[in-house]
């Protein structure tokens, strides 16, 4: 970070060691301390001591930008409530809220419910605070800067009840938060509206169309961090599902691919100022590789970070692109591939499997063995289908 300051430039990293937020502090310590040096000697004590408290109340505010900076950088995402028992050893059942009768695990992200085969897209984070009638209160907040999506008040008409999905852009990389089973959302909040990290935009509640419903000591926002799939979601899903309602438009969850926010969250406290999360996509673990013999479609456009150099698809032109899956189906590199490159004729190639990752998550069952032989199952021709359509 370069910054001016009479009329001199300061490179603060170079000139203290430091990063720059506590190189930041370093540079406003030495100033205060020269200022200082020169109001001693005066003979007029009183306005040295006015100076003084002038330049030290400069300095404090000086190191609180820092540090607040600091604390930007290093963190893109929060905690969407007021419950910090993530952070605590030993305090998970504080915090994530299990299903009926099981363990705090089955209100995590990932293959978590039905004994592993069952697919937990989010976070369940319980209440903190509760009215007289033991009604959950807590504000739920956005997650980072962004816009708003999003925004669902018919409970009836989806699992999620009253939700909110807001766009948020990421070292350049588009992810979508969403907040579900509020018990309401704020009056003002609408599709476009810019919001900020910790801005409230609704209250925890327990709001879901499905049959057994949430019961009150259940009550919690389920929360995701998501890639988005395809802006023609609504046309595919009509195609694909002739007959079946879509109420959301693009924004139906199945159009929105998740990746696990209790580890952004850890690696976030963890890592600091070190964290990326373009990194950690692109360093999820890969359950199958596919080859796709397309060059168009609209996840490459939506994000092009996660596009791999390929020397000879550069030299020779792309002819298909080789997608790396995670096990919950987030496409988290493209290789362009030359025609030399590829072999076959199939739309779809699958090219590899992960066993071990497979035998760890298996749950969206995206690729199957079948005599000895690996092979996409329904699931993955379907997400390959709508990610390319």
Request: charge should be positive.
């Amino acid at each position: 970070m370069v910054v001016r300051a009479t009329g001199r430039t300061w490179n603060i990293q170079r000139r203290t060691g430091f990063g720059w937020a506590r190189g930041a502090i370093v540079v406003g310590f030495r100033w205060l301390t020269r200022r200082w040096l020169r109001h001693y000697h005066r003979p007029r004590r009183l306005p040295a001591r006015l100076s003084l408290a002038r330049a030290g109340a400069a300095f404090l505010v000086l190191a609180a930008f820092a540090c607040a900076g600091q604390h930007a950088i290093a963190q893109p995402f929060r905690l969407p409530t007021a419950n910090r028992f993530l952070f605590d050893q030993g305090a998970e059942d504080k915090f994530f809220a299990a299903t009926p009768g099981k363990t705090w695990t089955t209100g995590c992200f990932g293959c978590v419910r039905s004994d592993g085969w069952q697919m937990h897209e989010g976070l369940d984070i319980r209440s903190v605070q509760r009215d007289k009638h033991g009604e959950p209160t807590d504000p739920v907040m956005a997650t980072a800067d962004g816009t708003v999506a999003y925004v669902n008040t018919r409970p009836s008409l989806s699992n999620y009840g009253n939700y909110v999905v807001l766009r948020h852009v990421i070292e350049g990389v588009e992810v979508y938060s969403l907040y579900a089973h509020l018990h309401s959302v704020r009056a003002e909040l609408k599709a476009g509206e810019a919001v900020r990290t910790g801005e409230v935009i609704g209250v925890m509640g327990r709001t879901a169309n499905t049959r057994q419903g949430i019961a009150k000591d259940r009550a919690h926002v389920h929360f995701e961090l998501n890639l988005f799939l395809n802006e023609r979601f609504d046309a595919w899903h009509r195609k694909t599902f002739p007959g079946q309602r879509n109420d959301h438009g693009a924004w139906n969850g199945q159009n929105l691919a998740g990746v696990d926010p209790r580890t952004i969250f850890l690696a976030e406290r963890n890592q600091g100022a070190g964290f990326s999360f373009l990194n950690f996509l692109r360093g999820q673990t890969d359950l199958c590789r596919v080859l796709v013999r397309q060059t168009d479609f609209p996840w490459l456009r939506r994000y092009p970070a996660l596009i791999r150099r390929n020397p000879v698809a550069e030299r020779e032109g792309v002819a298909g692109y080789e997608l790396a899956f995670n096990f919950n189906g987030v496409p988290f590199a493209a290789t362009p591939r030359a025609a030399s490159e590829i072999r076959g004729r199939a739309r779809f190639q699958l090219l590899s499997v992960n066993e071990a990752e497979y035998r760890r998550n298996p749950c969206r069952k995206l690729v199957r063995s079948r005599g000895g032989r690996w092979e996409l199952a329904g699931n993955g021709l379907r997400l390959l289908d709508l990610l390319t359509y």
